[in-house]
């Protein structure tokens, strides 16, 4: 009775992302989180079928795997059968069902155990399809789980041809920074601390990637190590391509000097230098800077040109800071908790401040916070648990920085 009324309540929560949340994208993203979180899945996927092309695409996913740019012939593998027949696939065990095929998540990192794959059927037509990969509890899914996930497919499928959404592969991302088996040790006398564990991570050009992460999970020594500011142990960092796993200091210097801006929790601003100055200074040593003055107009700081650091407020100390990372022209900004010392409407003005200034120059970012609610302003959630990438997750609709409540 405990575990129906459970399933009943499920089912209510799905109907309410389903028929109450007016944007079809955060509905369908949600519903998907609801059924991974109840059913204790390590990740999930919803395919949606582009039938002219015949090809599957992820519209929306959770977990360790990136399917960024992935798509799937109709009718291929374990997800193209499923929506090609309309036909539930149940796997209890990957390494004797004569059932199994291997999936997507197979190719990139994850290997199933255990999974479930059920059509999106709309009464006249199969969609596209939900799957979700291996229990944590390491059980196999039962009967009853496979019917709950094909009524709320249902559910789903008739919402999307109902609301509509569109279909179809997007602009494929180029990748920036690909960390490939990162592994990083500190040793002390008589001990070897292994911070990282193997983070396998690609951040794409232009998009804004939050990674969250409890205290001591390893994500600012991450941080750390694509910023140029740690070596790695082992594994590879790639940036654009080109390996800097194990730079000679001078190639590490240029790195950091050319091609990636900083801003941390605090401001590190020269207290003897006015706004102007501070961001001039780094304008002076890297190569085609923006015009000072306009880096701290894109931060809406053009009439505090001459004010000190002790003459303005945190939320202004930060927007220069901000303003200072901009004038390198940068390729990417590492931001490490940028308003964690900051009030709410200040952290709102910061965040929007980021996000209105990147835009112009299609810069990527990655932004270290302890706060989940910026994750809603960002295209991806990179979650890092114990040394290693715990989830990703893509945002379908981020919000502006304006829209964030906490």
């Known amino acids: 009775m405990a575990e129906i009324n459970g399933y009943t309540k499920l089912t209510w ?6 028929l109450v949340v007016d944007n079809i994208e955060e509905a369908l993203s949600g519903s998907l989180d609801i059924i991974i979180k109840a059913l204790g899945c390590e990740a999930g996927a919803l395919w949606l079928l582009d039938e002219q092309k015949k090809t599957l695409y992820p519209m929306f ?39 199994y095929e291997t999936t997507v998540f197979d190719d990139h990192g994850l290997s199933t155990r255990t999974m479930l794959c059920v059509a999106l059927n709309n009464l006249s037509s199969v969609i596209g399809c939900i799957e979700f990969i291996n229990k944590k509890n390491r059980k196999p899914f039962t009967k009853e789980e496979q019917e709950l996930c094909e009524h709320m497919a249902s559910l789903a499928a008739i ?11 997007g602009e494929e ?36 990637l939050v990674v ?5 999970c390893g994500k600012s020594t991450m941080m750390n190590i694509i910023g140029g500011m740690d070596y790695l142990t082992d594994g590879k960092l790639l940036v654009e391509g080109k390996d800097y796993s194990h730079p000679t200091d001078e190639a590490l210097t240029k790195y950091r000097r050319e091609y990636v801006g900083f801003i941390f929790q605090s401001y590190n601003l020269m207290p003897n230098l006015t706004a102007l100055d501070n961001v001039r200074f780094i304008a002076e040593i890297c190569k085609d800077p923006l015009a000072p003055e306009e880096a701290l107009a894109r931060v809406g700081l053009g009439d505090k040109a001459g004010s000190y650091p002790s003459q303005m407020s945190g939320g202004q100390q930060q927007r220069v800071a901000i303003a200072r990372a901009l004038v390198k022209r940068p390729k990417l900004i590492l931001a490490d908790e940028p308003t964690a010392a900051l009030d709410y409407e200040t952290s709102i003005e910061v965040l929007s401040a980021i996000s209105d200034a990147v835009k112009q120059e299609n810069t ?3 932004m270290i916070t302890h706060n989940p609610e910026i994750g809603k302003m960002a295209d991806r959630i990179v979650k890092i648990r114990n040394g290693r990438v715990f989830s990703i997750k893509h945002n379908a609709k981020p919000l502006k920085a304006t829209e964030l409540e906490w």
């Open 13 to 18: 929560d799905i109907m309410e992302q389903l």
């Open 61 to 99: 996913y959770s977990g360790t795997v990136d399917l960024e740019g992935i798509s799937i012939e109709n009718g291929v593998g374990i997800e193209g059968k499923v929506t090609k027949t309309g036909k539930s696939i149940l796997i209890e065990d990957a390494s004797s069902d004569e059932k």
């Open 159 to 169: 919402t999307i041809a109902e609301k509509g959404l569109a279909v179809g592969k």
């Open 173 to 208: 991302k180029e990748v920036l920074v690909s960390l490939q088996n990162v592994i990083k040790e500190f040793r002390v006398p008589g001990h070897v601390s292994r911070v990282l564990k193997g983070i396998n991570l690609n951040v794409y050009k232009g998009e804004f």
């Open 212 to 216: 969250l992460g409890e205290s001591g």
């Open 364 to 366: 990527t970012v990655i």
